[in-house]
């Protein structure tokens, strides 16, 4: 077996919440350089505590230190506030912070200078768990977001009280509405909601694990890992404004160019804002956005008024294929 994978898959093994969780924002760093200073991070992390779990926090604080020692002066500026793991309430039938919430919230702070222009009045979270992701959206757009509402569902009881203790210990609120997707809300938040964020069960499962009460919520997708998925999207639809962006945690298995032709025929163009691949899965964050320029007729045949050289599935595609470890990306095919 290669030798660099081996040392990945002890990573992977070792470090509690396996991520590029960078303090600082890693998309004004280079790729290459991000890969290589996070390797260096792992040795020396290993070097120093051996084969034992250590901190994450101390592993991120570390590349940031040694982006300093790297790119010394002001080739980047620090990241706006997210929620602290330390803070984060937990419960044992309530999905705690992982690669995919880390993937998630990273694609938001990419994208934060757009959400501000986006000026959201309503924010939603579907599926909000330990309350990290609705958490560290409010801390990162802060008091720019000139007064945003923010909404959080989940279908686990459980779920509602730990992000209501996350956000009390970081100082912010959120409605929270214990229920499923957004069953109850349709017609409250029917084309009103601005930025819709969601981390779904996408885990490829037996179909009788759906839906069940507790933890297995938050990761049982069914087959292909896509019936929650299937059932989130056209509430999705219903719910965003004119301007409404959607931002979804997908893997591969999922078969996220499906999803995005799927979306297509609504009208949506898409972007992976953020890929991720660890040991045991692939990432891809999607950004959905209305676009005028895209029509279908009758027969689903999709046009697009702009002269796009690769289109969006295809681009979705290819930047798939072409996954690396530990690598973010952007799929630009409109501006947006």
Request: hydrophobic share 40%; aromatic share 8%.
């Amino acid at each position: 077996m290669d030798e660099n994978l081996n040392f990945q898959e002890k990573a992977a093994s070792t470090i509690p919440h396996f991520s590029i969780n960078y303090r600082f924002n890693v998309n004004l760093i280079p790729t290459s350089w991000s890969n290589c200073l996070f390797d260096l991070s792992v040795s020396i992390c290993f070097q120093v505590f051996g084969d034992q779990k250590f901190d994450v926090g101390c592993f991120h604080d570390l590349n940031m230190i040694l982006v300093f020692i790297v790119m010394p002066g002001n080739s980047f500026e620090m990241s706006y506030k997210i929620a602290q793991i330390r803070l984060v309430s937990s419960h044992p039938e309530v999905y705690e912070p992982c690669d995919d919430s880390f993937a998630l919230v990273d694609a938001l702070l990419s994208d934060r200078n757009n959400l501000l222009e986006l000026k959201p009045m309503l924010c939603m979270e579907v599926g909000c768990g330990s309350g990290y992701v609705i958490t560290s959206l409010m801390l990162m757009l802060g008091e720019e977001a000139n007064g945003a509402q923010f909404i959080a569902t989940d279908i686990n009881h459980h779920a509602i009280r730990v992000t209501q203790e996350t956000m009390e210990s970081h100082g912010v609120y959120a409605e929270l509405i214990n229920t499923d997707v957004a069953s109850g809300l349709e017609n409250r938040l029917a084309g009103s909601v601005d930025l819709l964020v969601v981390n779904p069960p996408y885990v490829p499962t037996p179909e009788d694990e759906v839906g069940r009460e507790g933890i297995a919520s938050a990761w049982a997708g069914g087959e292909n890992g896509r019936s929650v998925i299937d059932k989130i999207l056209p509430v999705a639809e219903k719910l965003l404004s004119k301007q409404g962006w959607l931002y979804m945690v997908t893997l591969t298995a999922n078969n996220p160019s499906q999803i995005c032709r799927q979306m297509m025929k609504k009208g949506y163009a898409s972007k992976i804002v953020v890929q991720r691949s660890t040991v045991e899965e692939s990432l891809h964050i999607i950004k959905f956005w209305k676009d005028n320029d895209i029509e279908v007729d009758t027969n689903d045949t999709i046009t697009n008024s702009k002269a796009v050289p690769l289109g969006i599935v295809d681009s979705v595609r290819s930047q798939i294929q072409r996954l690396s470890f530990w690598g973010s990306s952007d799929i630009n095919t409109t501006t947006n």
